[in-house]
């Protein structure tokens, strides 16, 4: 039966191709330059081949389906009109496309980055992730200097060295296919609306959090000085002193533990999946951190086939703040994984992560699960010391006040990675130079940010390098407003997240089961019982802090009566942590998550010790 035949096809290309991408990012031995562009190359064949959707529709006209057999049939129509390429030269074109990206990638990754001390002259090779980790931490201005310049040199890099030329095919292949530019092609696929219909949704939000962004930038302002609009200054002036008193309350070594125990208390499991997480920087890796699935669950005949799943984050262990970051990467990377590997779909095109899976709609379900970390109950639970001390009552409201602060800041923080991107995609061809494309960014930059200078450059921003991440961001934006409708329907059902048993099973229910088959819009409606807004985000923006320090209280006053999770940590998966090639403890072989987690601490604890 073709349905049958596609899963097949599909599920061998893309676990090959996503095995390649792993190999590669990682850096592990295994990777062969190429490889992963050329099964790139074999899996856009076979997904952009619109000679599949007669033989859809042909077989759609039986009557002896059966009604899963039907609903797989009508998935894999969707996914070919969404990526179905009819014309030879829009097919070689694309093609051309991925094996420039992944040149780019190449060149991108073999670029000597890093910073100038000032104080010795010397070069010191850093990543992006410990650069912005400098920019946020560093008491001394002129290192954070020094980090950000850093930062900044990745964009005359890459626009010297292949991203414009990427640029120009991106958007001649959409054109040739009838769409505006690139950014407008992408998003119609992804989202199932035009550029100008997501436009006008973040021109709206850009206008309804301004003069909350405004005030609280000169509020800093009054106390920091001109020093405060200055990109490299911003982050440290109100998160660095924060990121250094809370670094002992997020070890490393903890957070493998406190994700497993928050997930399991949540109800969440991951059906039987088999997941590899790879959580420490390296010189060779990838220097973001990722989600991939190499085998999307399906039912396939009556049976589930669980996930398989790669994760990784890039925190750098005995850094100030790399504790905090690999919590926030787990539980955020975590929540794409529970979400890919809970869809109960007849078919693997409902439950890969591309398109015409929306951005939006898998970026709300880890960005839900990342912001549980602000929560002083949250917090009070799971943020303690090594002595077991949980967070001190004041550290706790100094977060909330700098985080409620500058909340406005940090959701156009987001949308100006999109309002930049637009620009370059909107530039005439004969503009697309390094100046014009730099001048662009900037006055983005001014413009939403209400800064000087952004503290992260866009053209840092490893997105929009990538085909698959490229006119991305924009998800990212929309899935803050419905993570803040979908927590103010659990708030006001409930009365708490934390710990709360029913999200795990209603968020499998109202969000994950279902996979693509219904679009973004129309699953936060059937999750929260209203219809996508801005309304939350809006009124969380716009409480004053007196009403935030009140909830609150509330929250800390109530996390004791909220029972917690004190058996085994049971998420139905199997779990390896790697670095690169080498095991590090896996649930096999140490025979818990438990176990697994204690092995993981101790090997955190040698490296940090390494490094001190």
């Avoid at 493998?256 to 420490?280: E, I």
């Avoid at 009365?495 to 679009?519: E, T, V």
């Avoid at 058996?567 to 896996?586: P, R």
Wanted: hydrophobic share 40%.
């Amino acid at each position: 039966m073709l349905l049958h035949e596609l899963n097949e096809q599909y599920i061998r290309l893309h676990s090959a191709k996503e095995e390649a991408f792993w190999a590669e990012k990682m850096g592990l031995k295994e990777s062969v330059p190429g490889d992963f562009e050329a099964k790139e190359i074999q899996l856009q064949a076979f997904i952009t081949d619109a000679a599949m959707l007669p033989k859809l529709r042909a077989e759609l006209e039986r009557s002896d389906l059966t009604p899963e057999e039907r609903t797989g049939l009508e998935g894999w129509v969707r996914f070919f009109q969404a990526n179905a390429i009819e014309s030879a030269e829009a097919k070689a074109l694309a093609a051309k496309i991925v094996e420039m990206e992944g040149e780019l990638n190449r060149v991108r990754g073999g670029m000597e980055l890093g910073y100038t001390d000032p104080d010795t002259g010397q070069f010191i090779a850093a990543n992006s992730l410990q650069l912005n980790l400098l920019v946020q931490t560093s008491p001394n201005e002129a290192k954070r200097r020094a980090a950000w310049e850093g930062l900044r040199s990745i964009e005359p890099f890459v626009l010297s060295h292949g991203f414009i030329e990427v640029v120009k095919e991106r958007n001649r292949l959409a054109r040739m296919l009838g769409y505006e530019d690139y950014y407008d092609y992408k998003v119609t696929l992804n989202e199932g609306f035009s550029k100008r219909k997501l436009f006008e949704l973040l021109d709206e939000l850009e206008r309804d959090t301004r003069d909350a962004c405004q005030r609280s930038i000169d509020g800093l302002a009054e106390q920091a000085g001109a020093a405060a609009f200055q990109g490299w200054n911003f982050d440290y002036l109100t998160s660095g002193d924060l990121t250094s008193a809370v670094d002992p309350y997020h070890r490393f070594g903890d957070a493998l533990n406190r994700w497993g125990r928050s997930f399991a208390a949540m109800g969440v499991r991951y059906g039987g999946a088999t997941m590899q997480l790879d959580l420490v920087s390296r010189p060779t890796k990838h220097d973001n951190g990722f989600m991939h699935g190499p085998f999307p669950c399906y039912v396939d005949r009556g049976t589930f086939l669980p996930a398989r799943i790669n994760f990784t984050a890039n925190a750098v262990p005995g850094q100030t703040g790399s504790g905090e970051r690999a919590m926030n990467t787990l539980l955020h990377e975590g929540g794409h994984a529970a979400h890919f590997a809970n869809i109960t779909m007849p078919a693997p095109c409902f439950s890969q992560e591309f398109t015409p899976t929306s951005v939006a709609y898998a970026e709300t379900q880890s960005m839900f699960m990342d912001s549980l970390m602000e929560d002083p109950d949250w917090m009070s639970r799971y943020a303690h010391d090594a002595d077991g001390n949980p967070m001190p009552r004041t550290l706790m409201m100094e977060l909330l006040a700098k985080n409620h602060r500058f909340r406005a800041f940090q959701i156009r923080r987001i949308m100006v990675v999109s309002y930049g991107e637009r620009a370059i995609y909107e530039m005439p061809e004969a503009e697309l130079t390094p100046a014009n494309i730099v001048s662009a960014l900037r006055q983005a930059e001014r413009q939403i940010l209400l800064l000087n200078d952004s503290p992260r450059p866009i053209l840092s921003v490893p997105h929009l390098l990538a085909g698959e991440a490229s006119a991305y961001y924009h998800g990212y934006v929309l899935a803050e407003m419905a993570v803040a409708q979908t927590r103010d329907f659990f708030l006001r059902r409930d009365g708490h997240l934390l710990d709360n048993p029913n999200i795990g099973p209603d968020l499998a229910k109202g969000y994950w089961n279902p996979g693509n088959s219904r679009s973004f819009l129309d699953l936060v409606h059937q999750m929260t019982g209203e219809p996508f807004s801005a309304r939350a985000i809006v009124a969380q923006v716009n409480r004053s802090m007196e009403e935030a320090t009140a909830e609150a209280e509330r929250m800390i006053a109530a996390e004791p009566s909220i029972p917690k999770h004190t058996g085994a940590i049971d998420l139905d998966a199997t779990i390896s942590i790697v670095h690169g090639d080498t095991l590090v403890a896996s649930t096999q072989r140490e025979g818990s998550f438990e176990a697994m987690s204690q092995k993981f601490a101790e090997w955190i604890h040698h490296a940090e010790t390494a490094t001190n």
